[in-house]
Nanobody
């Protein structure tokens, strides 16, 4: 599976940005986004499980970020509103080649395909 991410950029606090990720070349059982800030570990942001369209969010973004998908189940879009400086990070699109249970949806090791990172910078 190949993942192509787009979007990101620089925005002031309180602003919005949109990230998209398109999958090709194989079947993914779920797709999502992780982010990594300088000096920090990569952390879960949001994901969708294709078999039942369950969507998962990190507590830190719940209510501000919205994950949506297209009807072909190959593209996900992360709408990020009310951005905060602490949202600044490189955002990575991810996909899982295996089915997973809910308790695994937010785990890094669930995802085995990764797209190139896209930088999101939120200025205060």
């Amino acid at each position: 599976v190949q993942l192509q991410a787009s979007g990101g950029g620089l925005v002031q606090a309180g602003g919005s940005l949109r990230l998209s990720c398109a999958a090709s070349g194989g079947r993914a059982y779920g797709m999502g986004w992780f982010r990594q800030a300088p000096g920090k570990e990569r952390e879960f942001v949001a994901a969708i499980r294709w078999r039942d369209l369950a969507i998962y969010y990190a507590d830190s973004v719940k209510g501000r970020f919205t994950l949506s998908r297209d009807s072909t189940k190959t593209t996900v879009t992360l709408q990020m509103n009310n951005l905060k400086p602490e949202d600044t990070a490189v955002y990575h699109c991810a996909a899982s080649s295996r089915s997973f249970i809910t308790s695994s949806a937010r785990r890094l090791e669930t995802y085995d395909y990764w797209g190139q990172g896209t930088l999101v910078t939120v200025s205060s």
